[in-house]
């Protein structure tokens, strides 16, 4: 059956330092992976009419890169922002409003040069609800509800620790990883304890980086044009649930990640058995147990013992944040670009730990703590014209 | 925004009511734990708001609750947040009140230990003074006869 007429990512690219970067500010690694990208589509910036971008306004990424967009979107959700910028251009695209947008993430959250401060209002609601009891940041914050996870179907300590485990062993194979050294649970077990129940290992680093991508129409990336095989969107979906995870309508289950899952899927009009490969927002090490439930890879109360028993690691039936994710590859605290630029690359052909004939890339992106989600499913052109 | 020094100790943060909060808090100064009632929808709304988020109703109804509920899940701090630095580590808890709503609160008068923090546990309705306001915070209850 034809699709319709849809969108591609035909440039993608990270900045050429990533984890600490003391010479480049936010905005400067925005600039970067955009420069970066727009050549790897073999495109300049003549060709851009279309900018979308978080964490820093989209005015002020426009104007350092010299642009004159006649598209903009400031969509922020949080870290799976990107995700949604993505959508909204494959939907502006069609529509005609721009022909080639450019997706920009920049952050300094480690050396914080450049970076905003975070401030939370005492009068918003997480001010005057959350804030006064010591929840502060996302470590107090986003594991709020594993516990009841946990006893609702009986996941273990080990199952938790082995997500980290089993990214590891991807990241062991990327030499852009920041930690690649092998680890067991028991070194998870044994790491520091940051939030109980969640140890440092189970919590994402904090790094500085950037990565952009570029989108074009699929008729235009398919005509062949473009220097790098094209990657195309078959399906999108977002959604948002609550302001503050406290008030999450079922703690062991994310609203968010299902319906926007739901929506990528009938959109792709394809479902969980046909994903090659997954990308999940890991910025804990229990939002894969999640994802992997909500957007019905497995059965509810599955998911940790389908990560322990290794079907997640290199050569298991789900290959799952093959960079190594946010726990060991890299988080910038926007982390959602990373997500689409290892799909990408595993579309292609081109990432560091391949995975054999990648056609279907699904990537689950969160916003905030449980707050908003956004889902993209990306395809090889066979998958596309399949 | 005030600049305040790594080593000076910091107040902890005190909640700014709202026009929709106000009874709220002026509840919790009087000992009272209150929210806002659906009648159409039949359900309690929190965190309070003009309007109910199901169905959109204006008509609710300040209700005082009883003060009982449970510690639905909770997670055990080891960082510090700013004023929190003598507490570490320390629970934040989210308890479900018998009502039905669920709110993120403190739980005192118990090791804050996964050894004592039991899930599903009994607890009761506190208060503690936070800045202007009184803070609405828990500890370990009476085991009440519904189950």
Redo the contacts between chains.
């Keep these: 059956m034809a699709r319709p007429a849809g969108g591609a990512i035909v440039g993608a690219a990270e900045t050429t330092k990533l984890g600490v970067i003391k010479d480049q500010s936010a905005l400067e690694l925005h600039a970067e992976a955009a420069r970066l990208a727009v050549a790897d589509a073999g495109l300049t910036l003549n060709d851009i009419d279309g900018l979308a971008t978080a964490g820093l306004p989209v005015i002020t990424v426009s104007h350092h890169l010299g642009m004159r967009p006649r598209y903009l979107d400031g969509t922020y959700i949080g870290g799976g922002s990107f995700l949604l910028h993505l959508r909204h251009a494959v939907a502006a695209i069609q529509s005609g409003l721009c022909e080639t947008v450019l997706i920009t993430h920049g952050a300094s959250n480690r050396s914080r040069i450049g970076r905003p401060p975070r401030i939370t209002d005492p009068a918003s609601p997480p001010g005057q609800f959350e804030q006064p009891y010591g929840a502060f940041t996302p470590p107090t914050l986003f594991p709020i509800g594993v516990l009841r996870y946990m006893k609702k179907y009986g996941l273990t300590h080990e199952q938790l620790a082995s997500v980290a485990v089993a990214q590891r062993m991807w990241a062991s194979k990327v030499p852009r990883a920041m930690f690649r050294d092998p680890i067991t649970v028991d070194d998870v077990l044994a790491s520091r304890m940051v939030a109980y129940p969640m140890h440092l290992l189970e919590c994402c680093l904090v790094t500085d980086g950037g990565g952009a991508v570029v989108v074009t129409s699929a008729d235009r990336a398919g005509a062949g044009s473009f220097p790098k095989p094209p990657v195309f969107v078959l399906g999108a979906g977002e959604a948002c649930e609550t302001s503050m995870v406290s008030t999450m309508r079922d703690l062991t289950t994310s609203r968010a990640f299902v319906d926007a899952s739901t929506a990528a899927f009938a959109e792709a009009r394809l479902g969980p058995p046909d994903v090659n490969h997954l990308m999940v927002y890991d910025a804990f090490a229990h939002l894969p147990v999640y994802a992997l439930e909500d957007c019905g890879f497995v059965e509810r109360g599955q998911a940790g013992a389908f990560i322990a028993d290794g079907h997640t690691r290199p050569g298991g039936t789900l290959p799952m944040n093959t960079n190594g994710g946010g726990l060991s590859y890299t988080h910038t605290g926007l982390y959602g670009i990373f997500l689409l630029l290892e799909a990408v690359r595993q579309v292609r052909g081109e990432a560091a730990a391949q995975v054999p004939n990648v056609n279907v890339s699904m990537v689950q992106g969160v916003g905030g703590m449980f707050e908003a989600a956004g889902t993209v499913i990306l395809g090889s052109h066979d998958a596309y014209t399949g | 925004?005030t600049t305040r020094t790594a080593t000076s100790l910091q107040a902890?943060?005190?909640?700014?009511?709202?026009p929709e909060?106000a009874e709220y808090w002026q509840a919790a100064a009087r000992g009272e734990l209150r929210l806002p009632y659906c009648g159409v929808c039949e359900q309690y709304v929190?965190?309070p708001r003009a309007a109910c988020p199901t169905c959109w109703s204006t008509e609710l109804t300040w209700t005082t609750m009883s003060g009982r509920g449970r510690l639905?899940?909770?997670?055990?701090?080891?960082?510090?947040?700013?004023?929190?630095e003598e507490?570490v580590?320390?629970a934040?808890?989210?308890v479900e009140l018998e009502e039905g709503p669920?709110?993120?609160?403190?739980v005192r008068g118990i090791a804050q230990t996964?050894e004592a923090l039991v899930?599903?546990m009994p607890l009761v309705v506190d208060f503690e003074p936070?800045g202007d306001v009184m803070?609405p915070v828990f500890r370990p209850g009476p085991v009440d006869d519904r189950g």
């Design positions: 925004m902890k943060p005190a909640p700014t009511p709202t909060t929190f965190y639905h899940s909770y997670l055990i701090s080891h960082i510090a947040a700013p004023g929190f507490d580590p320390y934040i808890a989210i669920r709110l993120m609160s403190s996964p899930l599903d936070r803070l």
